[in-house]
């Protein structure tokens, strides 16, 4: 089940075709132990773009179908179906989605002191 909190409905980009996601807990990022703060599936479009200098939550992400890229501090690798990429506090990324071949993609964040 879905809880709204302050801030939650900013939390997830709006350039996606279809998405089934989730967020449980998005309260102080180290406090307390290992836990899932929000995950799910989006469908992204053709204009499809995260570009964040730092995100508070260690976020896991798998590409099901599609192309696009992923640059993290920096440094620019190519997403594929299959490719699995991970990001959270003290990383910059930019997520892009290939403008002939979005992907689709499953994403985790993780919230604790363990997750750091």
Known sequence: MMRRQRGSEDFFVSEVRRARRFYLDLGPVAKGPLAVAAGGWEACSRS???????????SIEFVAAGRGEVTLNGRTHP?????????????SHCIRAHHTDPMSKYFVDFRGHDAL
């Not at 499809?48 to 260690?58: A, E, G, T």
């Not at 997403?79 to 990383?91: D, I, K």
Request: no cysteine; glycine share 12%; hydrophobic share 40%.
């Open 48 to 58: 499809y773009v995260v570009d964040r200098s730092d995100f508070p939550y260690l």
């Open 79 to 91: 997403l594929v179906r299959g490719a699995v990429f991970t990001y959270g506090p003290g990383v």
